[in-house]
């Protein structure tokens, strides 16, 4: 059973950064398995905002593209997602899910506050 563990939201005025992490815990074979980056806003859907697979390959919303970057240290069993030029409409919980062999684990999620 994987456990993820995400970090890193907060408040941050528009324009500004942030950098989340999603540890993974239960796995030692961190490095086989794809990760994502959801993101749900109140009263939408959960939408995918990144991924990363165990070769290294990314894709990008459209809405996230040139200021997003999904990264993976599997030495240190963790994926991270750098935010840049953050927009109150990336306001939402984001959500770190793992992918191997058909199964799907999800972490808690961390809260991103973007102000105008």
């Known amino acids: 059973q994987v456990q993820l563990v995400e970090s890193g939201g907060g408040l941050v005025q528009a324009g500004g950064s942030l950098r989340l992490s999603c540890a993974a815990s239960g796995s030692s074979i961190f490095s086989a398995y794809a990760m994502a980056w959801y993101r749900q806003a109140p009263g939408k859907r959960r939408d995918v905002v990144a991924s990363?697979?165990?070769?290294?390959?990314?894709n990008y919303a459209d809405s996230v593209k040139g200021r997003f970057t999904i990264s993976r240290d599997n030495s240190k069993n963790t994926v991270y997602l750098q935010m840049n030029l953050l927009k109150p409409e990336d306001t939402a919980v984001y959500y770190c899910k793992a992918i191997f062999m058909g199964r799907q684990y999800w972490g808690q999620g961390t809260q991103v506050t973007v102000s105008s």
């Open positions: 990363i697979a165990s070769g290294g390959g990314t």
